[in-house]
Structure formats: C-alpha cells, structure tokens
C-alpha cells in the first residue's frame, strides 16, 4: 500500500514501516524491504527538498565529486553506467550522485512512498512501535495542520538519516557581532553563488582540514579569491589526500581498490578479520613479531608514498599540509586529490596562505584574533569543521537513549558502569590480540565532547560529553527486546553504497527474526589472565570467555550482544583516533570483512568470487559481485509474499 499524498503529506496515520532518510542509506533499506514483502505499507521521510539526502540536488555545488571513480559508487543491483554522465576512470560528480539516486527511486517505484521537506521532530516508543512527530519546513501551515506538524505511527522504524545530515556549529566566540558573512560548509551550495559573484568579497577565510575543506579552497581560489586556510595548532592537523592512482613498490594501484583486495585488508588488525575465513593468517600477521612488522612497514609505506608521489614533498610550504601521524590510524580520513589542476599549485603561488594557529574570537567588523595575539581581516569566513554525531531526532523517552545505543549524556552512574567493565574487558582482548594498536597517537582533546550553540551573550561554552554511538553491528540497538528499530549509515566506511545495500537486507532479517546463527567477534577460547584487566574490569555476570558452539540461554545471548558491541566499539577507538573511531565505527581498510561479517549472519557465503584461490587472487572486491545477494536470501528463506 502506498500512502496518498496532499501538498507533500501523507493522509495516513500508521505504517507497517517507515524509514527516515531518503539518500543512500534510506533508499536501498526500503527498496530491499518491498523486494522482500512487496505488501508492506512503508513510507520515506526526509528533509530535502529533493531525493538523495547529502546528495539531494539543492546540496551541491560546482565540483562537488566523490572519492570514487567509475563503478565503485552503485548499488550492486542497479550500475552506474557511462549514460549517467561520468566515463571510466572518472571521478564521480555531486549532479551524478543525485541524478542516479534519483533514478534508482523511480526504477523501485520508492517516489510515491516519499515525504520530501518534511523533518522528523520526535520520536516516541509506544506499546507496539513508534509515535512520530513530523513538521513541514516549509513557512506555510499545511494540511489545515498547526505549523504544519502531523502524528504517524508505525510498527517498524528505519532512522537512515546518516552521519552528514547537521553540520557541526561555528561556535566562535565574537561571532553574533561579526559583519562579514559566516557560513557553514553545509550551506555551500546555496551560498556559494554570493560568494563567487560578490565584487566585494576578495578575501575569504576557510576554517578547517577535511575534504570539505579542500573542496572549498579549491573553488574559491580557482575562482579568483584570496584564500586564508586555517588549520588548528590544537586539532588533528591535516588528512592525507592521496593521488587516484599509487605506486606502491613495483604496483601501480587504483588506491581505492587497494582497501577492496581481501590479502590487502589481512593487514588490517580488525576484531571481525576472522569472519573472512583467514583467521590463522591473519593471527600470524597480527600475533607474532614478524608479522606485526611486516605490517607496520607497510602501513608506514603506504602513507609515504601518498605524500611523496601527492606533492606534499615537493615544497617546504605545503609541510604544514602533511598529516600529524601515520596514515594507518586515519581510518576514512584518507580522502583522493580529485581535482582538475594541480591543488598544491595554489598554495605555491600563493593564491592560498596557509596559517597552523588557534582562533581565540572574533572581533570587530572583519577581524580573526588568534591566540597567539596576531590578527587578520577577512571578507567572509567559511566554517568546515564537519557534522555533529548526535542524532538529529529528539528520541523520546531520555531514559531509553541508552537502550537504543545512541550518543547520549542521559544515563545513570551504575549504566555508566556497566558500559566502563565492558568496555575495560574488550580492551583487554582487542590489545591481546593486536599488540599494535598499543601504539595508537593519543590526542589532547576530547572526540567524545561537543559544544551546543553558541550562546548569545558570548559567554565560554560548556562543552558536553557524550556517549558514544553503540550499534550491535553498528545498526542495531543492543538492549532491544521488541527489535523493531535499526540505524542506517551511523558509521564510515568505503563502498558505502554495497554495505547500504547489505545492511538493509540485514536489517530485514533482524526487525523479523530471521538472522542466523550469528558470527562471533570475540575469540571464545582465548585466555586473559585476570591480572592484565584493568582493575574496574569486575565482569560481575558478563558472558563467559569460553567457546560457545551456541547459547545456553536467551540471557547469554544477549550478554554476548552487548559485550560484542563494546568490543565492535571500543576497537574502532584504538584503530581509528585520527578518524571518527571514538564517536561511532570508522574503518577504511575492513569493508570486505565487514561485508563478510552480514552476509554471515545472513546465512550466506561470504566468498562471492569461489574458493580461496580466487578469493586472494581474483582481484578487489566490486558492487558487482554482490549482485545476486538479495535473490539469493530471498531463495534461502523460501519467501513468497
């Protein structure tokens, strides 16, 4: 059944499912839905004005591209072809994004399913699933409803609305009484045409290091205006920005490829590794000293011949550009010079200036005051310091954001300790069984904190400190009894698009008990001495660390779930402290042993290319081979709706 629509709203009340987000998470989630139970009312909300999400057409601006070239970017049951506008070996452009998400919808008939400029409010449980709160973005009351708000209920509930959907605040102090424009990198898109076309504005400030960052000082400098760049004395400094294309050794590598060469991702400590199958292999590289050292000789390889071959070698200028640490503990942060012309060229002529200091406040009409007492003036100053990690949605009742494994400030002292003795064990086993990660940098400021508005009467800001995101697998809530809830897209990963596409059949599988025995993260048989745990690490009734061939009882699983996910958690911490690895799951280098980690689960065969030969040999893993995935579930299961 689809819903009926009125001037965007929908004219029924309750849905059998609905998904909030309609980008690439939220798209392939209700289109594997109806695959499965084609008799589903299911309903897709979302905030912009257009199909996408991040990639919804009022998002973009000129140049926007992705990291990926041709045929890494697609769904597995729908590729994208060179009619889309985008040849081989082409990067791909924000308007091809959209265009393709746009035409996926149509092809799945998910348009007439979708609520546009319509945000979710709150989100209330209920006896038998979810009250939602919706609201019109628009000005205008709509549907003879006040400020144009509207109640659905619905049994099942998908939130796909991602980890880019709020940008993080310019929490600066000064900034209520600053006359030049302050604008968020989210907003690119529709400012950057005053920004561009301004005769006075010839002087911009861009704050910030990530892709988005550099995305900006390239349009704004190849657009004629003098760029300041400012990277934090006291922050990560800068990502690594690799060449499409690397030697590494004697091999040429499609650098985006390399993450999806399964013997590539046996260098990767990785507390799921072993649902690969490899798991004696990738012990002797991760347990012994030799292997330990072959490992860390590459990683160190890898990030050196991204900078050198990059140009980051090239000029003294551009040191302040190189990355704080070894490319290995950057997770996604590693992100592809995608550009026309050569990036670095800007800053050499100078059309660029690149200053490594901390901005105390802003003063004046035009004036950045740093802390080292020195100024400058800018015309307009773009902020780009990422997106805020904390759900959007007012879930409600508080007391359940720690049921539901959200990033919350709500909970008591004896559920902080629960989750403090969980994740004191998981720390002793993830360093047993990767030394290595031993060695992770430690950083001076806290991932986990994040400010709230800025105030208006400029007063210093308190900054919060959060939960972080804990998802059993990243997508589901770990205490959850009634499993009618997932999140969709709450991590970073690569091959976005496949691991959306497997991860709503997973979520399926999940919100109708049909997962199968589930692969195991922890090593059941290994021993951990009791006086190498941390002395709050009291296990007080946690799962046994024995083998398990199955479990004894409903309660054992679920202590096995929640322990594994402070495992599945507290690893993306230790691997991933230059990426987002504290805040939420962050791996670049583990998509393929991920992706085996839910087809496991689902009670397929993780090896889509035939045997091991094939499997070490037979090249990177692409969309294509997870092809036939839903089919083969579906054929599985015996379903016939």
Same mark, same amino acid.
């Given at each position: 059944?689809?819903?009926?629509?009125?001037?965007?709203?929908?004219?029924?009340?309750?849905?059998?499912?609905?998904?909030?987000?309609?980008?690439?998470?939220?798209?392939?989630?209700?289109?594997?839905?109806?695959?499965?139970?084609?008799?589903?009312?299911?309903?897709?909300?979302?905030?912009?004005?257009?199909?996408?999400?991040?990639?919804?057409?009022?998002?973009?601006?000129?140049?926007?591209?992705?990291?990926?070239?041709?045929?890494?970017?697609?769904?597995?049951?729908?590729?994208?072809?060179?009619?889309?506008?985008?040849?081989?070996?082409?990067?791909?452009?924000?308007?091809?994004?959209?265009?393709?998400?746009?035409?996926?919808?149509?092809?799945?008939?998910?348009?007439?399913?979708?609520?546009?400029?319509?945000?979710?409010?709150?989100?209330?449980?209920?006896?038998?699933?979810?009250?939602?709160?919706?609201?019109?973005?628009?000005?205008?009351?709509?549907?003879?409803?006040?400020?144009?708000?509207?109640?659905?209920?619905?049994?099942?509930?998908?939130?796909?609305?991602?980890?880019?959907?709020?940008?993080?605040?310019?929490?600066?102090?000064?900034?209520?009484?600053?006359?030049?424009?302050?604008?968020?990198?989210?907003?690119?898109?529709?400012?950057?045409?005053?920004?561009?076309?301004?005769?006075?504005?010839?002087?911009?400030?861009?704050?910030?290091?990530?892709?988005?960052?550099?995305?900006?000082?390239?349009?704004?400098?190849?657009?004629?205006?003098?760029?300041?760049?400012?990277?934090?004395?006291?922050?990560?400094?800068?990502?690594?920005?690799?060449?499409?294309?690397?030697?590494?050794?004697?091999?040429?590598?499609?650098?985006?490829?390399?993450?999806?060469?399964?013997?590539?991702?046996?260098?990767?400590?990785?507390?799921?590794?072993?649902?690969?199958?490899?798991?004696?292999?990738?012990?002797?590289?991760?347990?012994?000293?030799?292997?330990?050292? @072959? =490992?860390?000789?590459?990683?160190?390889? /890898?990030?050196? &011949? +991204?900078?050198?071959?990059? $140009?980051? *070698?090239?000029?003294?200028?551009?040191?302040?550009?190189?990355?704080?640490?070894?490319?290995?503990?950057?997770?996604?942060?590693?992100?592809?010079?995608?550009?026309?012309?050569?990036?670095?060229?800007? @800053? =050499?002529?100078?059309?660029?200036?690149? /200053?490594?200091? &901390? +901005?105390?406040?802003?003063? $004046?009409? *035009?004036?950045?005051?740093?802390?080292?007492?020195?100024?400058?003036?800018?015309?307009?100053?773009?902020?780009?310091?990422?997106?805020?990690?904390?759900?959007?949605?007012?879930?409600?009742?508080?007391?359940?954001?720690?049921?539901?494994?959200?990033?919350?400030?709500?909970?008591?002292?004896?559920?902080?300790?629960?989750?403090?003795?969980?994740?004191?064990?998981?720390?002793?086993?993830?360093?047993?069984?990767?030394?290595?990660?031993?060695?992770?940098?430690?950083?001076?400021?806290?991932?986990?904190?994040?400010?709230?508005?800025?105030?208006?009467?400029?007063?210093?800001?308190?900054?919060?400190?959060?939960?972080?995101?804990?998802?059993?697998?990243?997508?589901?809530?770990?205490?959850?009894?009634?499993?009618?809830?997932?999140?969709?897209?709450?991590?970073?990963?690569?091959?976005?698009?496949?691991?959306?596409?497997?991860?709503?059949?997973?979520?399926?599988?999940?919100?109708?008990?049909?997962?199968?025995?589930?692969?195991?993260?922890?090593?059941?048989?290994?021993?951990?001495?009791?006086?190498?745990?941390?002395?709050?690490?009291?296990?007080?009734?946690?799962?046994?660390?024995?083998?398990?061939?199955?479990?004894?009882?409903?309660?054992?699983?679920?202590?096995?779930?929640?322990?594994?996910?402070?495992?599945?958690?507290?690893?993306?911490?230790?691997?991933?402290?230059?990426?987002?690895?504290?805040?939420?799951?962050?791996?670049?280098?583990?998509?393929?042993?991920?992706?085996?980690?839910?087809?496991?689960?689902?009670?397929?065969?993780?090896?889509?290319?035939?045997?091991?030969?094939?499997?070490?040999?037979?090249?990177?893993?692409?969309?294509?081979?997870?092809?036939?995935?839903?089919?083969?579930?579906?054929?599985?299961?015996?379903?016939?709706?």
């Amino acid at each position: 059944m689809s819903p009926e629509t009125t001037k965007g709203w929908t004219s029924n009340s309750h849905y059998d499912v609905i998904v909030i987000g309609a980008g690439c998470a939220g798209l392939p989630a209700a289109k594997n839905y109806l695959q499965i139970e084609p008799s589903t009312s299911l309903l897709l909300i979302d905030v912009n004005r257009s199909i996408g999400g991040v990639w919804a057409k009022e998002n973009l601006y000129p140049g926007l591209k992705t990291n990926n070239l041709l045929g890494t970017y697609e769904f597995p049951d729908f590729p994208m072809h060179e009619g889309f506008g985008v040849k081989k070996g082409e990067h791909i452009s924000g308007e091809v994004c959209h265009e393709y998400l746009r035409q996926y919808a149509e092809k799945f008939d998910l348009m007439k399913r979708t609520l546009l400029e319509t945000k979710v409010k709150t989100v209330e449980k209920i006896e038998r699933g979810w009250n939602l709160t919706l609201q019109s973005v628009k000005d205008d009351g709509l549907d003879g409803q006040t400020q144009g708000k509207r109640l659905v209920t619905c049994t099942k509930l998908m939130v796909a609305t991602g980890l880019t959907n709020r940008p993080a605040p310019i929490d600066i102090l000064g900034s209520e009484s600053f006359k030049a424009p302050i604008i968020n990198f989210a907003s690119l898109g529709a400012e950057i045409p005053t920004l561009l076309n301004d005769p006075s504005i010839k002087q911009v400030t861009v704050i910030g290091t990530g892709k988005a960052a550099y995305d900006s000082v390239y349009l704004l400098a190849t657009s004629g205006k003098r760029v300041t760049w400012i990277v934090r004395k006291s922050g990560h400094g800068a990502t690594y920005m690799s060449p499409p294309y690397v030697w590494i050794g004697p091999f040429y590598c499609w650098i985006e490829m390399v993450a999806s060469l399964r013997p590539f991702t046996f260098l990767s400590p990785c507390v799921w590794g072993n649902a690969d199958g490899f798991g004696k292999l990738r012990s002797l590289l991760h347990e012994s000293r030799v292997g330990r050292w @072959i =490992v860390e000789n590459v990683w160190k390889k /890898l990030g050196s &011949d +991204i900078l050198e071959q990059g $140009g980051l *070698n090239k000029y003294e200028k551009l040191t302040v550009l190189k990355p704080d640490a070894e490319a290995m503990w950057y997770a996604t942060g590693i992100a592809i010079l995608n550009y026309p012309t050569n990036f670095y060229d800007l @800053i =050499v002529s100078r059309q660029v200036e690149i /200053l490594r200091k &901390d +901005i105390e406040r802003l003063e $004046g009409e *035009n004036s950045i005051k740093f802390t080292d007492g020195t100024t400058i003036e800018t015309n307009a100053l773009l902020s780009s310091n990422g997106w805020m990690f904390t759900p959007d949605i007012e879930f409600l009742p508080p007391s359940l954001h720690l049921e539901l494994g959200l990033p919350t400030t709500e909970y008591t002292k004896s559920q902080k300790e629960i989750w403090d003795n969980l994740n004191a064990r998981a720390d002793v086993e993830i360093l047993e069984r990767f030394p290595m990660l031993a060695k992770r940098p430690r950083l001076n400021d806290d991932p986990l904190a994040v400010s709230p508005n800025l105030p208006a009467d400029n007063t210093p800001l308190e900054r919060k400190a959060y939960m972080p995101w804990r998802l059993w697998r990243g997508l589901a809530p770990p205490l959850s009894k009634e499993k009618n809830l997932v999140f969709l897209g709450m991590m970073a990963n690569l091959q976005v698009a496949v691991r959306n596409n497997l991860a709503g059949i997973w979520a399926y599988a999940y919100m109708n008990g049909m997962l199968e025995s589930q692969a195991r993260l922890t090593l059941g048989n290994m021993e951990v001495a009791m006086e190498k745990r941390p002395q709050q690490a009291n296990l007080n009734g946690l799962p046994s660390e024995t083998a398990m061939n199955g479990y004894e009882s409903e309660k054992e699983r679920e202590e096995d779930i929640l322990y594994e996910t402070a495992l599945f958690n507290r690893f993306n911490l230790w691997r991933a402290p230059y990426g987002f690895g504290a805040r939420y799951p962050d791996f670049a280098f583990d998509n393929i042993p991920f992706f085996d980690l839910l087809l496991r689960d689902l009670g397929l065969n993780p090896w889509r290319k035939g045997g091991w030969i094939r499997e070490i040999f037979g090249g990177p893993y692409l969309p294509k081979d997870y092809r036939e995935v839903v089919d083969e579930w579906i054929s599985r299961k015996g379903l016939n709706f």
